[in-house]
């Protein structure tokens, strides 16, 4: 611009004719406005382009913004998303047994419900069990609770049992009973008894087959009218 002004001054200080200087000045100036205003355009022109180019994309500004953590305030009621540190297991194997301990099994002594007299009184019956006296003439009557499924097989092992015959002994016992009321009773000898009922006196006889006889005849539930006695189904003979 400078140059231009100074050559200006030159020209309006040279030997050209008035009208021919004034030209050339006129021309200067316009060639001079023109620049200056394709200078100023072209400049504006690479600002807006810069402008645009640096210009941030709007979807890559969402994707870029990162989400601000909110911090719950004191006296919030929302529980926090993570758990802190003090809600943590210690590490401390001591603490927390209270927890993983399993219950003791209780007392099985102390848990089981004790049978009701009623419950024990429908599964047994109450019978009368019959012994010779020491004199050997009479019968004692012994009260006893036997299982009322089998009170009958009972009784008879029970009379065996407690007459105790000195080197004699049963292996086994079968009772048998027919429409008429008649009770047979078969005995089978131990074989290693050392008698047998050819052998036995008759107080021992009496205390073995005459109890027998007593205890299921006087006991009416079973509604027995006499009792016999066999020894592998024949009839024994004293």
Same mark, same amino acid.
């Given at each position: 611009?400078?140059?231009?002004?100074?050559?200006?001054?030159?020209?309006?200080?040279?030997?050209?004719?008035? *009208?021919?200087?004034?030209?050339?000045?006129?021309?200067?100036?316009?060639?001079?406005?023109?620049?200056?205003? /394709?200078? /100023?355009?072209?400049?504006?022109?690479?600002?807006?382009? #810069?402008?645009?180019?640096?210009?941030?994309?709007?979807?890559?500004?969402?994707?870029?913004?990162? /989400?601000? /953590?909110?911090?719950?305030?004191?006296?919030?009621? =929302?529980?926090?998303?993570? %758990?802190?540190?003090?809600?943590?297991?210690?590490?401390?194997?001591?603490?927390?047994?209270?927890?993983?301990?399993? *219950?003791?099994?209780?007392?099985?002594?102390?848990?089981?419900?004790?049978? !009701?007299? !009623?419950?024990? *009184?429908?599964?047994?019956? %109450?019978?009368?069990?019959?012994? #010779?006296? +020491?004199?050997?003439?009479?019968?004692?009557?012994?009260?006893?609770?036997?299982?009322? +499924?089998?009170?009958?097989?009972?009784?008879?092992?029970?009379? @065996?049992? &407690?007459?105790?015959? =000195?080197?004699?002994?049963?292996?086994?016992?079968?009772?048998?009973?027919?429409?008429?009321?008649?009770?047979?009773?078969? $005995?089978?000898? *131990?074989? +290693?008894?050392?008698?047998? $009922?050819? !052998?036995?006196?008759?107080?021992?006889? $009496?205390?073995?087959?005459?109890?027998?006889? &007593?205890?299921?005849?006087? +006991?009416?539930?079973?509604? @027995?009218?006499?009792?016999? $006695?066999?020894?592998?189904?024949?009839?024994? #003979?004293?």
């Amino acid at each position: 611009m400078k140059s231009r002004v100074g050559k200006l001054k030159l020209l309006s200080h040279g030997f050209l004719p008035l *009208a021919a200087r004034k030209q050339v000045l006129r021309k200067s100036l316009v060639q001079s406005v023109l620049g200056s205003i /394709t200078l /100023t355009l072209v400049g504006s022109l690479m600002g807006s382009l #810069v402008s645009c180019s640096s210009a941030p994309n709007p979807s890559n500004t969402s994707q870029a913004t990162p /989400t601000p /953590t909110i911090s719950p305030s004191p006296n919030s009621t =929302n529980p926090p998303l993570f %758990s802190s540190p003090n809600n943590q297991t210690p590490n401390n194997p001591s603490l927390g047994k209270e927890n993983s301990t399993p *219950a003791k099994p209780l007392n099985p002594e102390v848990t089981k419900s004790p049978k !009701s007299p !009623s419950s024990a *009184a429908k599964n047994t019956v %109450s019978i009368n069990i019959y012994q #010779v006296d +020491n004199q050997c003439n009479d019968f004692i009557a012994e009260r006893m609770d036997v299982p009322q +499924n089998n009170s009958l097989d009972m009784a008879v092992s029970k009379v @065996i049992e &407690k007459s105790n015959i =000195n080197e004699f002994s049963l292996s086994n016992s079968k009772v048998t009973i027919n429409p008429q009321g008649i009770a047979t009773i078969d $005995f089978q000898v *131990a074989a +290693n008894s050392k008698r047998r $009922f050819i !052998s036995l006196s008759s107080c021992e006889q $009496f205390n073995l087959f005459g109890s027998l006889r &007593k205890t299921l005849i006087d +006991n009416p539930d079973w509604q @027995i009218k006499d009792v016999r $006695f066999t020894e592998g189904g024949k009839e024994i #003979v004293l």
